[in-house]
């Protein structure tokens, strides 16, 4: 079984900019789609922006124009560059990754949903 382990985040001012990035290891044959999702207290997980293999990016209307998601498949690594940051920005920042775990996996489509732990991003003055 792998793990995405989640870096970055942290605490900024109103207008600031902050960094995530999200590396999967284990038994990979490739990744489908790689995403960031984030969750306020009280509030359910909202999707923040995903990215397909080839690059094809989605992201959540709050955040367009601010947030940059990448990915570098050579390292099967997602970042989410975050500027102008605003208090409603705060959360839990999730990670996350559709991996084919075996070609035959891939073959019949059929990923399986790997999570990273989470990082806290506060925006605040």
């Known amino acids: 079984q792998g793990q995405l382990v989640e870096s970055g985040g942290g605490r900024v001012q109103p207008g600031g900019s902050l960094s995530l990035s999200c590396a999967a290891s284990?038994?990979?044959?490739?990744?489908?789609?790689m995403g960031w999702y984030r969750q306020a207290p009280g509030k359910q997980r909202d999707l923040v922006a995903t990215?397909?293999?080839?690059?094809?990016?989605n992201y959540a209307e709050s955040v367009k124009g601010r947030f940059t998601i990448s990915r570098d498949n050579s390292k099967n690594t997602v970042y989410l560059q975050m500027n102008s940051l605003k208090p409603e920005d705060t959360a839990v920042y999730y990670c996350?990754?559709?991996?084919?775990?075996?070609?035959?996996?891939?073959?019949?489509?059929?990923?399986?949903?790997?999570w990273g732990q989470g990082a806290q991003v506060t925006v605040s003055s």
């Open positions: 996350n990754a559709d991996v084919y775990e075996t070609l035959s996996n891939a073959y019949r489509n059929n990923p399986s949903a790997y």
């Open positions: 284990g038994t990979i044959f490739s990744i489908k789609t």
């Open positions: 990215i397909t293999s080839r690059g094809t990016t």
